[in-house]
């Protein structure tokens, strides 16, 4: 017997199929950027019988990324807006006795809160608060909310400025920094205060800030009742210089007293309370000071007590757990092999997998990740994609798995998509298997020639999928065959494979990447004159690695790049923690070792037509490391460019236009070399 469920994925699936030959299919333009849209933050009601998930699209005319809310039935009936309007509403969630959700916006100028009833459809703002709340968790009772917020601190002034005469024009007074961390990338330069600790009331009114103290408390949780809250934090002397030292804290509603509940060297965080109030689900990891490690899953006794790891058998990163409605049994996410899956662990140990294909939620290229949530019956609802469309909604249940909704289908059944497929093969360094993805142009022909992109990503703790990614389907749009493969260093295939880089980053990732060029060329259809390689971030790093190390490339684009490590180190916007996990020691006392692994060394030999491309205003790889390599070009006559994306943080690709402009020229850097 076919459930309702399946009758509207089956009667929607033939309305594709006998709707799609109506339109003439065209090739992905550049503006079909601003036409993409994709579904995040799928929350699942309680009782399993709704979702609301956050619908994104842009807005060509002021180059925004916005957001509305939107409800559907389990079954796939009654897709709606809840929310409509060009603004960012967002992290909806829902109230214990689901009849209502608190949801962000800023739709008033400022992100803040707001409920809304579902039975009237009608709502109430929140807040009036002067910085941007974290996650919301609503009590147990239903009669508050907690979340966590910035707030500000006025240090005090190292002198005192002599008063500037009445009418006279003096610069700004300078900037005094004491701190590690004082600048952020996507945040800029920081303020001097703390994220802390609030309580609203669910009718509204001030929100009543809980703890102080020069300390960032995480996203707090509700215990079973109205008492004490649960997060993360490091209040160690040393925080400063090791910032990955959190631990789990019960801290008081009432008297804000905060109890430490985890004492060990590493990183503890996102405590989940179980439905019986009793115990406390949460990952962390024994620190080793390692490039990658993996996050476990522990649960211990309210009080702290009693601490043990939950075998799952699994050599992955554990995140985003949830506990079964009877307590006996956890919910978690993980990366497995370039895909996302949501599985089962009994706490007594027993793994097993119930969803597959959690899509990631990158336009730009096709990362890794994505959301789940879970209702009380078991129901799932998350983020579900391909290679052949960005994140959908999909739902999973006792009746099967499907995709509720198709939001890009007016734009993507009028556009040919490349095709992607899956290669395994082995390195030429080690035999090391390694997994990669090819993409075809549109009507790709085998008795033809192609020119080839390798597209490396970033991280270098990172993996790549069979995901959508519109930087791909464009170069494959513009008649390039493109590899992305998950060199050595990438997650998803557990420690030992990401640590094959840990002090030794960039090495054989770059046999890795050329064996897997070699493996496409043997097909037979590319051009082996027309070689082409770019990647961001990491990818950057690799990039200009490759073209010191090889001249096989017509051309290369290095990407908000690292290029020498000593200067990455004591310039990026996370000084304490590159040199202690990336690197042997400090700088100054293994300049051997940080130049052997600098691209920068290797200029040299660079012939390969190289440009560079980076944000402004990106902390993390600053645009520095840009300027240096471009000047060390520009001295050896190698044929260089450097791009400069105005007001962009390391995320380029987060404004549209800027993804626009990233891709087109790539496009034509590549193109003036064919």
């Given at each position: 017997?076919?459930?309702?469920?399946?009758?509207?994925?089956?009667?929607?699936?033939?309305?594709?199929?006998?709707?799609?030959?109506?339109?003439?299919?065209?090739?992905?333009?550049?503006?079909?950027?601003?036409?993409?849209?994709?579904?995040?933050?799928?929350?699942?009601?309680?009782?399993?019988?709704?979702?609301?998930?956050?619908?994104?699209?842009?807005?060509?005319?002021?180059?925004?990324?916005?957001?509305?809310?939107?409800?559907?039935?389990?079954?796939?009936?009654?897709?709606?807006?809840?929310?409509?309007?060009?603004?960012?509403?967002?992290?909806?969630?829902?109230?214990?006795?689901?009849?209502?959700?608190?949801?962000?916006?800023?739709?008033?100028?400022?992100?803040?809160?707001?409920?809304?009833?579902?039975?009237?459809?009608?709502?109430?703002?929140?807040?009036?608060?002067?910085?941007?709340?974290?996650?919301?968790?609503?009590?147990?009772?239903?009669?508050?909310?907690?979340?966590?917020?910035?707030?500000?601190?006025?240090?005090?002034?190292?002198?005192?400025?002599?008063?500037?005469?009445?009418?006279?024009?003096?610069?700004?007074?300078?900037?005094?920094?004491?701190?590690?961390?004082?600048?952020?990338?996507?945040?800029?330069?920081?303020?001097?205060g703390a994220r802390q600790l609030f309580v609203l009331?669910?009718?509204?009114?001030?929100?009543?800030?809980?703890?102080?103290?020069?300390?960032?408390?995480?996203?707090?949780?509700?215990?079973?009742?109205?008492?004490?809250?649960?997060?993360?934090?490091?209040?160690?002397?040393?925080?400063?210089?090791?910032?990955?030292?959190?631990?789990?804290?019960?801290?008081?509603?009432?008297?804000?007293?905060?109890?430490?509940?985890?004492?060990?060297?590493?990183?503890?965080?996102?405590?989940?309370?179980?439905?019986?109030?009793?115990?406390?689900?949460?990952?962390?990891?024994?620190?080793?000071?390692?490039?990658?490690?993996?996050?476990?899953?522990?649960?211990?006794?309210?009080?702290?007590?009693?601490?043990?790891?939950?075998?799952?058998?699994?050599?992955?990163?554990?995140?985003?757990?949830?506990?079964?409605?009877?307590?006996?049994?956890?919910?978690?996410?993980?990366?497995?092999?370039?895909?996302?899956?949501?599985?089962?662990?009994?706490?007594?140990?027993?793994?097993?997998?119930?969803?597959?294909?959690?899509?990631?939620?990158?336009?730009?290229?096709?990362?890794?990740?994505?959301?789940?949530?879970?209702?009380?019956?078991?129901?799932?609802?998350?983020?579900?994609?391909?290679?052949?469309?960005?994140?959908?909604?999909?739902?999973?249940?006792?009746?099967?798995?499907?995709?509720?909704?198709?939001?890009?289908?007016?734009?993507?059944?009028?556009?040919?998509?490349?095709?992607?497929?899956?290669?395994?093969?082995?390195?030429?360094?080690?035999?090391?298997?390694?997994?990669?993805?090819?993409?075809?142009?549109?009507?790709?022909?085998?008795?033809?020639?192609?020119?080839?992109?390798?597209?490396?990503?970033?991280?270098?703790?990172?993996?790549?999928?069979?995901?959508?990614?519109?930087?791909?389907?464009?170069?494959?749009?513009?008649?390039?065959?493109?590899?992305?493969?998950?060199?050595?260093?990438?997650?998803?295939?557990?420690?030992?494979?990401?640590?094959?880089?840990?002090?030794?980053?960039?090495?054989?990732?770059?046999?890795?990447?050329?064996?897997?060029?070699?493996?496409?060329?043997?097909?037979?259809?590319?051009?082996?004159?027309?070689?082409?390689?770019?990647?961001?971030?990491?990818?950057?790093?690799?990039?200009?690695?490759?073209?010191?190390?090889?001249?096989?490339?017509?051309?290369?684009?290095?990407?908000?790049?690292?290029?020498?490590?000593?200067?990455?180190?004591?310039?990026?916007?996370?000084?304490?923690?590159?040199?202690?996990?990336?690197?042997?020691?400090?700088?100054?006392?293994?300049?051997?070792?940080?130049?052997?692994?600098?691209?920068?060394?290797?200029?040299?030999?660079?012939?390969?037509?190289?440009?560079?491309?980076?944000?402004?205003?990106?902390?993390?790889?600053?645009?520095a490391e840009s300027e240096q390599y471009y000047a060390?070009?520009?001295?050896?006559?190698?044929?260089?460019?450097?791009?400069?994306?105005?007001?962009?943080?390391?995320?380029?690709?987060?404004?549209?236009?800027?993804?626009?402009?990233?891709?087109?020229?790539?496009?034509?850097?590549?193109?003036?070399?064919?």
């Amino acid at each position: 017997m076919i459930s309702k469920l399946m009758k509207n994925i089956l009667g929607f699936i033939l309305l594709f199929t006998l709707s799609a030959p109506l339109f003439s299919q065209s090739k992905l333009e550049l503006t079909d950027i601003f036409n993409l849209e994709y579904v995040s933050d799928p929350q699942i009601s309680p009782d399993g019988s709704k979702i609301i998930y956050t619908r994104n699209f842009k807005d060509i005319m002021t180059d925004r990324n916005l957001s509305n809310l939107w409800m559907i039935n389990f079954d796939g009936t009654m897709n709606r807006p809840l929310t409509t309007g060009n603004q960012n509403d967002f992290a909806a969630v829902w109230s214990p006795n689901g009849k209502e959700v608190v949801y962000k916006s800023n739709k008033g100028g400022s992100v803040q809160l707001y409920r809304f009833w579902l039975d009237t459809r009608s709502e109430s703002k929140l807040t009036n608060l002067q910085s941007s709340p974290g996650s919301v968790s609503w009590s147990r009772s239903g009669k508050w909310l907690a979340f966590s917020m910035f707030v500000p601190e006025d240090a005090k002034p190292l002198v005192q400025l002599p008063a500037k005469p009445k009418g006279a024009k003096w610069n700004d007074p300078p900037k005094y920094i004491d701190d590690m961390k004082y600048r952020a990338d996507g945040a800029g330069y920081l303020q001097s205060g703390a994220r802390q600790l609030f309580v609203l009331s669910i009718e509204g009114g001030t929100a009543q800030q809980i703890t102080s103290g020069d300390f960032d408390f995480g996203n707090p949780v509700w215990g079973s009742n109205d008492s004490y809250l649960y997060t993360s934090v490091n209040m160690h002397e040393d925080k400063e210089y090791n910032p990955r030292n959190s631990e789990i804290v019960q801290v008081s509603v009432q008297t804000g007293a905060v109890t430490e509940l985890t004492a060990r060297r590493g990183p503890d965080t996102a405590p989940v309370i179980s439905p019986d109030g009793k115990t406390i689900a949460y990952t962390g990891m024994f620190d080793r000071f390692l490039g990658y490690q993996l996050s476990k899953l522990y649960v211990m006794d309210l009080d702290g007590k009693n601490s043990r790891e939950v075998i799952t058998g699994l050599d992955r990163s554990i995140g985003d757990v949830n506990w079964s409605d009877d307590g006996k049994s956890l919910y978690f996410m993980y990366e497995d092999q370039g895909d996302i899956k949501v599985s089962n662990v009994t706490l007594t140990g027993k793994t097993t997998e119930v969803v597959s294909h959690v899509s990631g939620l990158s336009l730009g290229r096709p990362y890794a990740g994505g959301q789940y949530s879970l209702a009380s019956n078991g129901n799932i609802a998350y983020t579900y994609g391909s290679s052949e469309y960005p994140a959908e909604l999909g739902a999973a249940g006792k009746k099967g798995n499907a995709k509720l909704t198709d939001v890009n289908s007016d734009l993507l059944n009028r556009k040919a998509i490349g095709k992607v497929e899956e290669v395994w093969y082995e390195s030429s360094f080690d035999k090391q298997k390694i997994q990669g993805w090819i993409c075809y142009p549109p009507n790709f022909d085998k008795t033809k020639k192609y020119p080839l992109i390798l597209e490396i990503h970033g991280g270098p703790f990172a993996s790549y999928g069979p995901w959508f990614s519109i930087e791909v389907q464009l170069y494959a749009a513009a008649g390039y065959v493109v590899l992305y493969t998950n060199p050595r260093g990438s997650t998803s295939y557990g420690e030992d494979f990401a640590n094959l880089i840990h002090h030794n980053y960039p090495n054989q990732d770059y046999d890795d990447l050329m064996t897997g060029v070699d493996v496409v060329i043997d097909k037979g259809f590319i051009d082996t004159n027309q070689l082409y390689v770019t990647g961001g971030s990491g990818g950057g790093v690799l990039t200009a690695w490759i073209v010191g190390h090889t001249d096989r490339f017509k051309a290369a684009v290095v990407a908000k790049p690292v290029i020498n490590w000593y200067s990455f180190v004591l310039y990026s916007d996370n000084p304490a923690t590159f040199y202690q996990y990336w690197f042997p020691g400090l700088p100054w006392d293994n300049l051997e070792h940080y130049m052997k692994r600098s691209p920068l060394s290797y200029v040299g030999n660079v012939t390969t037509p190289t440009m560079l491309l980076t944000g402004e205003s990106d902390f993390r790889t600053p645009i520095a490391e840009s300027e240096q390599y471009y000047a060390a070009l520009k001295l050896n006559k190698v044929e260089t460019a450097m791009v400069r994306i105005p007001g962009a943080s390391h995320g380029i690709a987060n404004q549209p236009s800027n993804l626009v402009a990233k891709v087109a020229y790539i496009l034509g850097w590549f193109e003036k070399y064919k």
